[in-house]
């Protein structure tokens, strides 16, 4: 069973830099596609992001809307995977989740909740204006 630990969320103004953690037990993160996803208002969980695993060559895909602000990284040492938030907006308020994809991945990049397995608590980000 894995366990995913988020953290990091705290409020801060437009145009600031945040990195967010996801630490990992009961596996290693390294194996597994590793997305990153938020929630504002309303039931639907947006992707953010998603890490390939090691294997797969560790490659990132992000949504547009966070693309060439956002950049996800790995630890495999201390089995953590990392957001870096930079540049954030109002509109990136969320509870954000990682999520890990324990059942097999190939070289596709996960968008959805249900290609994973695994989910953190979130961790809640808010961004003033």
């Known amino acids: 069973q894995v366990q995913l630990v988020e953290s990091g969320g705290r409020l801060v103004q437009a145009g600031d830099s945040l990195r967010l953690s996801c630490a990992a037990s009961?596996?290693?993160?390294?194996?597994?596609?590793m997305g990153w996803f938020r929630q504002a208002s309303g039931p639907e969980r947006e992707f953010v992001g998603v890490m390939s695993s090691t294997w797969n060559g560790g490659r990132t895909y992000y949504a547009d809307s966070v693309k060439g602000r956002f950049t996800i990284s790995r630890d495999n040492a201390k089995n953590t995977v990392y957001l870096q938030m930079n540049s954030l907006k109002p509109e990136d308020t969320a509870v954000y989740y990682c999520t890990a994809r324990t059942r097999g991945s190939g070289t596709n990049y996960y968008i959805r909740p249900g290609d994973y397995d695994y989910w953190g608590q979130g961790t809640q980000v808010t961004v003033s204006s």
């Open positions: 009961g596996g290693t993160l390294g194996n597994y596609a």
